[in-house]
């Protein structure tokens, strides 16, 4: 039993990592990318055939995964940023399809089947409350390293650029490079989300990157209350916990994850209307409202190219 | 593969006969975008939706054709109007930003998906039992009766929409409010309605466009925001914004690439095309490809004042 709760606490630092990182992208940055599974995708894979394939040692073989996730993201984000905003969640949509396709069909990434036999980062008796720790360890250093960047100078930029586009230009500031920037930061901490994953777990297969995880991401910050630092945490400790609850219903595999699926989307869509906030964000304490109120006479069509 | 005229002849027939529903779901998003001015990512949703309503009485309760196309009419139809009504009118009344438009609708697609594999499974289903389709040749070139029967109720269904557009009072206002909805109510048009309009109009085309789908291959619940939705976002890209039927031609143009792209690329990676025409376009044609000459929105001055000019009932305006 304590195993299993072990593995839990894993799964919730994995998902407070991840969720913080798409915070920082879709609350701070006010960026829509659907694509955030993906660069958990390319962290446990590049982590796991590094270390598999060419006897990397584990931790470099995480962070190297970490940085390629954060330069692939740059080059999704460089192009489709130049011009809107707003094509960022098509060019991120079409980038998670077309690389989860690839995955599912290259012999190096075992295909469909999955990728097995990845090495593990801890091994011994201990080995779950080890990494239990090693990774809210990391958990909790990603959340101070997003604290200190949206509180300090470069987060009065953020909220300066979020504001007020236009007069952030004015005063030759670059919007670009800090939507970029924080892009990267966070897609890099999807990337170090997916190494530990890989390392922990040592299994990786296609589906565990496709739309449902998007999804779950999403509830994750929504209802939490995104543009907040505690919200995506709770959120993610919250959606790791709850489907336990439905897995003790004992559903089938094709029942549970539909389900799941439906309760996730249905709680992003009636949070969007009734507490755009989330659960933790306060009047005029963050949520997506805060973009709303930053946004006020703006049509939902795209604006002019950012310069 | 040697390349012969008749390959050519029917690579462009068949690709010319899969466009069809390509240009469907094109102008449907493409007209959301421009009257309600939404990236409507939830019409994926409604074409879920539109598919499991053909399918629950055709399949399932062994209703005749004509009663299960309407039943599927109704119903996505209804949903579209619900979207509008309790999801895109208080976003719109709230100011809501961009941001949260995205969301939702992505949501809502996903939600769809999801209750489609709950209720009806994960595999692939088809409208019929049986999906041949009588085949007779002209010259080299096969032609099915699916593809007839596709070309047709497309070019009704897109003749339809110019005619509505273009000489009915409601397809005037459409337009008047895609210029500028502030300006439109002034004049005594109800936006409101105008969207409800745009949104059924997308579901008619939506239903459509799923029904041909379903008669000519299996679907998976998530083909349509996998496939069809992202092709039908870069059609309305590469279009132009506010292009509404250049979106369609677009789409189709897509669709015979895409059947000519089987000459040098495997079935299998057939499907990275569209995904890899999503950076094509966003890095060489971020605002679209010109169509016609030009961009075709409707200045705010035009539209409007034609309308007020040829509407007594206008002339109360303040």
């Keep these: ?307 | 593969m040697d390349l012969s005229w008749d390959i050519v002849g029917q690579l462009a027939w068949t690709g010319l006969a899969t466009s069809t529903y390509y240009a469907l779901f094109a102008v449907a998003f493409a007209l959301v975008l421009k009257v309600n001015q939404v990236w409507n990512f939830g019409q994926a949703g409604m074409m879920v939706l539109g598919y499991f309503a053909l399918y629950t009485p055709l399949r399932l309760l062994g209703w005749p054709l004509p009663l299960a196309l309407a039943f599927a009419l109704l119903l996505t139809i209804a949903a579209a109007l619900a979207i509008e009504w309790f999801a895109f009118r208080i976003l719109r009344e709230r100011n809501s930003s961009v941001l949260t438009f995205f969301i939702f609708t992505i949501a809502l697609s996903q939600c769809a998906i999801y209750l489609g594999e709950l209720i009806f499974g994960a595999d692939p289903k088809t409208l019929f039992t049986r999906l041949i389709s009588p085949v007779f040749l002209i010259g080299p070139v096969a032609i099915s009766h699916w593809d007839l029967q596709a070309l047709a109720i497309t070019a009704c269904l897109m003749s339809a929409l110019a005619f509505f557009l273009r000489f009915t009072k409601d397809g005037q206002f459409l337009l008047a409010v895609a210029d500028n909805p502030e300006l439109a109510e002034i004049y005594g048009i109800s936006s409101s309605r105008a969207y409800a309009i745009a949104m059924t109009i997308a579901a008619i085309l939506v239903v459509a466009g799923m029904f041909l789908v379903g008669t000519r291959a299996p679907m998976y619940p998530a083909t349509p925001l996998n496939q069809f939705l992202v092709l039908a976002v870069v059609a309305t890209i590469m279009a132009g914004l506010g292009n509404v039927f250049a979106a369609g031609v677009v789409a189709v143009a897509l669709g015979l690439l895409q059947s000519f792209s089987i000459l040098v690329i495997s079935s299998t990676w057939q499907i990275l095309l569209v995904y890899a025409l999503i950076f094509i376009t966003i890095l060489l044609f971020p605002k679209g490809i010109v169509i016609g000459g030009g961009t075709r929105r409707i200045s705010r001055a035009t539209t409007t004042d034609r309308l007020a000019a040829s509407s007594p009932a206008m002339d109360d305006r303040p």
């Design chain 1, 1 to 307: 039993m304590i195993e299993y709760v072990y593995t839990i606490g894993i799964l919730a630092g994995i998902n407070v990592i991840l969720a913080s990182g798409f915070n920082l992208i879709l609350g701070y940055g006010g960026l829509v990318s659907v694509a955030h599974p993906i660069f958990y995708a390319i962290g446990g894979y590049v982590s796991a055939l590094l270390a598999q394939k060419l006897g990397t040692p584990i931790a470099a073989s995480i962070i190297i995964g970490a940085l390629i996730s954060a330069a692939t993201s740059v080059c999704v984000s460089l192009p489709s940023l130049r011009v809107s905003g707003d094509y960022l969640v098509i060019a991120s949509l079409g980038f998670q399809l077309g690389l989860l396709h690839i995955i599912n069909n290259v012999e190096i990434t075992g295909a469909a089947n999955g990728l097995t036999n990845i090495p593990s980062i801890v091994e011994g008796p201990h080995r779950n409350a080890i990494f239990c720790i090693v990774v809210w360890t990391a958990a909790l250093v990603s959340v101070a390293a997003i604290r200190w960047l949206v509180s300090g100078d470069y987060g009065r930029a953020i909220t300066a650029m979020r504001n007020d586009e236009d007069a952030f230009a004015a005063l030759g500031r670059s919007a670009l490079r800090i939507k970029v920037t924080l892009f990267a930061i966070g897609s890099g901490l999807a990337g170090l989300a997916g190494g530990l994953y890989a390392h922990f777990f040592l299994y990786l297969t296609p589906e565990q990157f496709g739309i449902f995880t998007s999804a779950t991401l999403l509830t994750m910050v929504v209802v939490g209350g995104a543009a907040t630092i505690r919200g995506p945490i709770f959120g993610a400790v919250l959606l790791t916990v709850l489907p336990e609850a439905i897995r003790f219903l004992d559903l089938p595999v094709v029942v549970m994850a539909p389900l799941q699926g439906v309760i996730f989307t249905f709680l992003i869509m009636l949070f969007l209307i009734l507490r755009p906030q989330g659960l933790l964000g306060g009047r005029g304490g963050g949520g997506l409202e805060a973009w709303g109120r930053a946004a006020q006479g703006e049509t939902a069509l795209p604006r002019e190219p950012v310069r």
